[in-house]
């Protein structure tokens, strides 16, 4: 099967534009005797005269105008899909898809997303949240957010460096006839919510302190895989939670849960922005990078 260049449809279209080799030539940077030989080619490999020249005139045969009825649209599409490419190389816009846990999306939603969306409103950004891990390339991603130990080790990471903590909390309420626990091992007699993992498995609650350390399955009345859906229960007195600091912490602020053991819940590794090196990547992507990397650094300014 003979292939044929968008240079030679180029040249035919040229010619047909301008009204001559020589001015078709010029329009795209070509000599007079290239762009002859572009359209003598094509010819060739058709088997069939495009022009009818002569030393002072070009016009199309019957079978070039049918040809070029039918090329034209068809090179305009390319041209524009080509040009629509090479725009996204100087400004950022487009779709940008991110995987990440639910916790560390919020986490990071207003001071790095939101701030950059308010600097490239042409970029369209969508995030899907799931707790298992999954392939980002193979998934369809250009980004993930995930801690830090759980980031693949061929990635490139960027380390957020908020420092991040679990955070054991109750409402007012469920202490006015209870004594505060001081130890972990107190929570077994008292109710909890207990949390179930994307896998199904329920979830151990983690502790240490001065080089000890545990984990408990604690006991309570209700079970919940959502961390909003167990802020809800906690904060109207069902029970003792376990959460990640940032998504209780406008309720430790605001009087509406109570912060116990807090003794007991040591930093935990930092949320890393990771990809795969990414050769020729849109602007949209390379100015995630760069805002990420000043979020990082305490450099950008919250929206």
Request: net charge positive.
């Amino acid at each position: 099967m003979t292939r044929h260049s968008l240079i030679e449809l180029e040249a035919v279209l040229a010619i047909v534009r301008c009204g001559s080799f020589r001015a078709a030539a010029t329009d795209l940077g070509m000599s007079t005797t290239a762009i002859s030989n572009a359209v003598g080619k094509l010819e060739r490999q058709l088997d069939v005269r495009l022009f009818n020249r002569t030393t002072r005139s070009v016009s199309l045969t019957y079978a070039g105008r049918i040809f070029v009825a039918q090329v034209k649209p068809s090179l305009e599409g390319i041209q524009k899909a080509m040009n629509t490419a090479r725009s996204q190389q100087e400004t950022p816009s487009g779709i940008l898809r991110i995987n990440a846990f639910a916790t560390a999306a919020r986490e990071i939603m207003a001071p790095l997303v939101l701030s950059y969306l308010q600097r490239y409103p042409q970029v369209h950004i969508d995030i899907v949240t799931e707790g298992r891990l999954v392939d980002v390339v193979a998934a369809g991603f250009d980004l993930g957010i995930r801690s830090e130990d759980f980031v693949p080790s061929d990635a490139i990471a960027i380390p957020l460096g908020k420092m991040r903590r679990m955070a054991i909390a109750a409402s007012p309420t469920f202490f006015q006839n209870r004594a505060v626990p001081r130890v972990p091992q107190e929570l077994l007699s008292y109710p909890c919510v207990r949390g179930r993992l994307p896998d199904g498995t329920l979830l151990r609650w983690r502790f240490e302190k001065g080089g000890e350390e545990l984990q408990l399955d604690v006991e309570g009345p209700i079970t919940l895989d959502e961390a909003s859906l167990a802020r809800i229960a906690v904060t109207n007195g069902v029970g003792i939670g376990y959460f990640m600091e940032a998504d209780v912490r406008d309720d430790f602020a605001a009087g509406r849960l109570v912060r116990i053991l807090d003794d007991w819940t040591p930093p935990l590794a930092p949320l890393c922005l990771y990809y795969y090196n990414r050769r020729n990547s849109s602007a949209a992507f390379q100015a995630f990078i760069a805002v990420a990397r000043d979020f990082a650094a305490g450099r950008l300014s919250p929206p």
